[in-house]
């Protein structure tokens, strides 16, 4: 419990202090409250800005005098009269802040003047100055609560996975049927961003009608006239078959199509292993990239499918540079069950990982969605495990699980996903119609780090 302290009970010379460190979400929040897009106080804009390290705005220093004011000295029912600051120094991200208030004269009509100070990096003084405030001059005694929490979207996880494409060189993509706005518009704009060239192939007229209606600029760009979307995916095939591309990405035509293609025994682009989607999701406020698989191909994938699911989404993984992948084998329970194929499925995928038979990462399961996700259900359920609580993949029993389980995370977590097909000779960038620029430059640059593994660097 907490009280006030009222206009008879305060003395001259009475003072209260708070200490807060600065942090990127408090500028975020602060942002959009004020209104100020300054980009000097806007993590990762302060370049733009001119400056080299973000600053916070003075008046968010400002405002954490009200935090010692209207929780400590005098607390609940305090009000401002008037507040004077003079800012002397700058603060960063990181800096532990000193708010310290103290009462110099006691006014007319439960009045208070009060000396202000922030003092930040080394004490040296930031801000300094006066407020006069009506103090309460009934007793309040409450209870401290919280207020509703913030969530702040970031997604840092696809920064990161541009950011390590910026030293490899672009890699050769078939883009397959890229005749509508959004498929063309991708394609280039990963060309624009240095990860990808790309061949257009399609229906020319088609592909240059779309570029007309987008306004976007075709000059310099390959492209191979087809008559159909079946005649494209063909070609894709074919060019990746001879080691002319380096990865196939769809545009606007249906997926069975393409995978046709790709399939086709006479192009040989198939590997032993099965065909598998997998989706990243950059969630926010978790600390990892999240890899679901498969919520795009198989249907109601076998044992066997799943083997070749887990091991193509285990290589992905270690392509982003997760070192060791943690692969969660989800079900509805998290013990095995013979009535629930499932949890049979995960069981056996587990010891086959044990025994060598599936690489590269941890596999454990059957995990249920809570208890593969956060640590303290796993412990509630008394589950030891070196997945549970920290799984980097999650495999879904079937598609139509992962595909609620995808779409769950981008309109309800607001995740931002991207995704490629793995298990081929080379990436195939699988678009979507919903995807927005961002998911489709991250699934481009999925292709250049899983491209033959490492991928090759630029040249300097």
């Known amino acids: 419990m907490r009280e006030n302290k009222t206009f008879d009970e305060i003395q001259v010379g009475d003072t209260a202090s708070i200490k807060r460190v600065c942090s990127s979400n408090d500028l975020y929040i602060f942002a959009h409250a004020s209104g100020n897009l300054n980009p000097l106080h806007i993590p990762d804009r302060s370049e733009v800005g001119g400056g080299h390290e973000t600053l916070a705005p003075s008046m968010w220093v400002g405002a954490l005098v009200s935090a010692v004011l209207g929780n400590v000295l005098p607390g609940p029912g305090t009000l401002y009269q008037s507040q004077r600051f003079d800012f002397l120094a700058r603060v960063h991200v990181g800096d532990e802040l000193t708010v310290t208030i103290t009462v110099r004269e006691k006014l007319d009509g439960n009045r208070l003047r009060m000396d202000t100070k922030v003092t930040g990096r080394g004490g040296d003084t930031v801000a300094q100055g006066e407020a006069i405030i009506y103090a309460p001059t009934k007793k309040i005694v409450y209870e401290a609560g919280s207020v509703p929490d913030l969530e702040i979207r970031r997604h840092v996880h696809f920064d990161r996975l541009l950011d390590a494409c910026s030293d490899r060189a672009p890699i050769t993509v078939a883009v397959v049927s890229p005749e509508d706005k959004s498929s063309l518009g991708g394609a ?45 995916a063909e070609r894709a095939a074919a060019l990746a078959a001879k080691g002319e591309v380096n990865a196939i990405m769809k545009g606007a035509l249906h997926t069975d199509t393409l995978l046709h293609a790709v399939l086709s025994k006479q192009h040989g682009l198939k590997l032993r292993r099965r065909l598998s989607h997998v989706f990243v999701f950059d969630v926010p406020g978790l600390d990892h990239p999240l890899l679901i ?5 198989n249907i109601a994938p076998t044992l066997e499918d799943k083997v070749d699911i ?20 989800l079900s509805a329970v998290e013990t095995v069950n013979p009535h629930i194929q499932s949890t049979m499925d995960a069981a056996i995928l587990s010891k086959m990982a044990e025994r060598g038979q599936i690489t590269g990462g941890i596999v454990d399961g059957p995990l249920a969605m809570d208890n593969a996700m956060d640590i303290d259900a796993a412990r509630t359920k008394g589950i030891t495990s070196l997945v549970a609580g920290h799984a980097d993949v999650l495999v879904v029993p079937n598609m139509e699980a992962g595909n609620m389980l995808a779409k769950e995370l981008v309109f309800i977590a607001h995740a931002h996903g991207a995704g490629i097909v793995m298990g081929a000779r080379v990436p195939i960038i699988l678009t979507s119609r919903a995807d927005d620029e961002r998911s489709r430059l991250v699934s481009c640059a999925l292709a250049v780090l899983g491209w033959g593994g490492a991928g090759k660097r630029r040249a300097a």
């Open 310 to 329: 887990v091991q193509n989404a285990i290589d992905l993984a270690r392509s982003i540079g997760v070192e060791e992948p943690k692969v969660g084998i």
């Open 293 to 297: 698989s498969d919520a795009a191909i």
């Open 188 to 232: 280039l704009l990963a060309a624009q961003r240095a990860l990808i060239d790309p061949i257009l192939i399609g229906t020319e007229s088609e592909i240059r009608r779309a570029a007309r209606d987008a306004g976007l600029d075709l000059a310099g760009i390959r492209i191979e006239d087809v008559p159909s979307h079946e005649a494209a």
